[in-house]
């Protein structure tokens, strides 16, 4: 019983392991999008160019 219990502990330290690391990189992820839409947001937002460069 115990051996079995000790792989159980294992499988489950592993599955919660990858569900904490991909809920980080979620976060991380919303969180550069959040900054990226503020700095827009503030900033006007990327230049636009039209044309051709005046000499």
């Known amino acids: ?3 079995w219990l ?3 502990n294992r499988a489950a330290g592993t599955a919660s392991g990858h569900a904490m690391s991909a809920g980080r990189s979620q976060v991380a992820a919303a969180r550069a999008e959040a900054t990226r839409q503020v700095l827009e947001f ?3 937002g990327p230049r636009k160019t039209t044309g051709k460069k005046r000499r």
């Open 1 to 3: 019983m115990s051996m």
């Open 6 to 8: 000790t792989a159980a």
């Open 42 to 44: 503030w900033t006007g």
